[in-house]
């Protein structure tokens, strides 16, 4: 008796398509079963100082501004703020793995990513300032807009990676999302037409233990969420999250191996969320605080410290240097963000359509004379 | 002896159907602009449920036919990155309801990308959806969905109801900067009529006057414009002499060609297979009503499907207007004489 099955019928001509083509990477599926790490291993004395010792500072830094950036919630300067405080390893290692000409598709949650690209910190938090959505150009610094529907920014990257590689660009797209998001379907259509598509993309997920309250225990029952790549067939890897040297090496074999015509992966980055959902939730109802404690322990920042300072890689310099950056920074965000932004209203009608329709003219017009008339008003 | 002529030399007036015009659209698009790019379940090998795709993978290759796995969110959504990288996609959803699973990523994404990003990523996406009943569809393959498009800024919504309009609309529609819902009227898919292709394509959002009248007008679009001209011409039996005004866009609405046929006659039925409450018809009668009141010798009215879910199909037949309930709603408008 024969028994076919589906590779039986890939040798029926047409069968499979071959403008798109499969797999021929010979990257093994399944993660392994501890997550990678590289602080406290050999793997550290080979990993560039330099590259090293800007992690560091952008985790300082980016440290910084999860605050400032909270505090300025409370104050009601931003509409609202998901921190990533103790995900930042995250954060600036997986941007850093970028080159110039990448795309990255982020979260709600992942400003620092953004800022990481290039973007100004201060136009980072355009949209949760509540003035615009995105305050930067999406073109020019290759970063999409905060995307709060989640995974929907998945499809996105998928689309724009096999468009790139149709017109021959070694352009590679990373789109980052949380452990809640792989629950959505459009994470699962997304993966599976990336590995249709073969297409250069790289899918992050930040697993921080919580969907707001929902425990990852609730969400997935999956040995691992990297492990959600073996069904569609392409590569998943398990990695420490707040290891920065380790998520960036990880995301660096990922990204030039999808550049190199290997296809996507799948990484899951264990972290934590130290903090709240955002500024609006109470994480003490549904978490412990030994839970917390626990990962404060394993904090991003100590973890390179405790590692690199008996290397001479972390000094006193480069901690100042850092801490004076950090400062410099919060203190820019602080003075921005002292006054209302002046916003204009005539802007909400400006980019609905290319050339408005007949009716939002008439209602553009109905708008102007309504400030008109305040404006009057305002002027007795 | 003949020889037969090639097919780059097919003359620019031509008779075909419907689905053949929209084929020529595609393959016209195509050929005049490489970033067009085709995609979605069957379009490729199979050329469609349809045909609409008939023979542009031969032709332009599988990467710009492009038959995707079968996901319409992420048929959509995938749209969405190509367009944002430079290409113009042209989506196949290949059924009115089988659009639904995309709609997030239409409503969230796609109709609010350019808002979003200050204009600097408009999406110049096509989504072609068969819509409406009348061909004895099972459930799921007969909704008029045009409402949910409709209700959606940032998303024109164009439906044509002829042979020339399928290629003209679609040709604008894919030249448009912004996304485009293209509804089909799958019941007049293998209508046959002669049109020119060398025509040129209008701007979408223009009504055509397809038939003048003194006594009240007909709006109406996309599969029910045929039933709307079958009651005109059984109107002149009552003495009637109703013209008809096919709307070709919902978004952008026509409102001065609608407001200048309807001050002229002063009575309007509005006409549409979907469901009545919530529909385009209420946006368009209360539209008209404001605008042109005291020329209106008669409320608005409306013909629509009921308020119920698509009928199976031995059934689709009561619920689609119809010559007879569009004729009663026109013997409504004549009291005030």
Redesign the interface.
Known sequence: MTVLDHRHLAAVP?WL????GHRSDPAPLLPDASPLRVLGTSALEKTDPELLRELYRRLVVGRRYNQQATTLTKQGRLAVYPASTGQEACQVAAAMALREQDWLFPSYRDTLAVVARGVDPLEALTLLRGS???GY???ASRT??LCT?LA?Q???????????R??GDPVV?LTMLGDGGTSE??FH??L??AA??NAPVVFLVQNNGYAISVPLTQQSAAPSLAHKAVGYGIPGRLVDGNDAPAVHAVLTEAVERARNGGGPTLVEALTYRVEAHTNADDATRYRDEDEVAAWREHDPIQLMERHLRPLGLIDDELVQQAADEAEALAARMRAEFHADAELDPM?LF?????EP???LREQAAQLAAELAAEAEVHDR | MTTAPALDAAPSVRTTTMAQALNAALRDAMKADPTVHVMGEDV??LGGVFRITDGLTAEF???RC????L?E??I????????????R?VVEMQFDAFAY?AL??LF??VA???????????LPITIRIPYGGGIGGVEHHSDASEAYYTHT??L?VVTPATVADAYGLLRASIA???PVVFLEPKRLYWGKDTWDSAAGVEPI?RAALRRTGRSAVLISYGPSLPVCLEAAEAAKAEGWDLAVLDLRSL??????TVCEVVRSVGRAVVVHEASGFGGAGAEIAARITEKCFHHLAAPVLRVTGFDIPYPPPMLEHHHLPGVDRILDAVARLQWED
């Open positions: 047409g398509p071959g403008a798109t615009a959505h995105t150009d999406p073109r999409a807009p529907p929907t998945a499809p996105h990257a998928v689309g724009l990676a096999h468009a790139a149709l017109a797209a379907g459009d259509e997304a599976n037409f249709v598509l802007s400006a980019h609905v359509y290319a329709t007949p009716q | 490729g090998q290759g599988p990467d492009l038959d995707t796995p996901a969110a992420g959509l959504g995938t749209a969405v990155g190509m367009a944002m990288y430079g290409l996609p699973p997030e990523q969230s994404h609010k990308m350019r808002n979003r990003t200050a204009g600097k990523l408009p800024p940032g024109h448009s900067d912004d959002g978004v952008p609405f026509d409102e001065e």
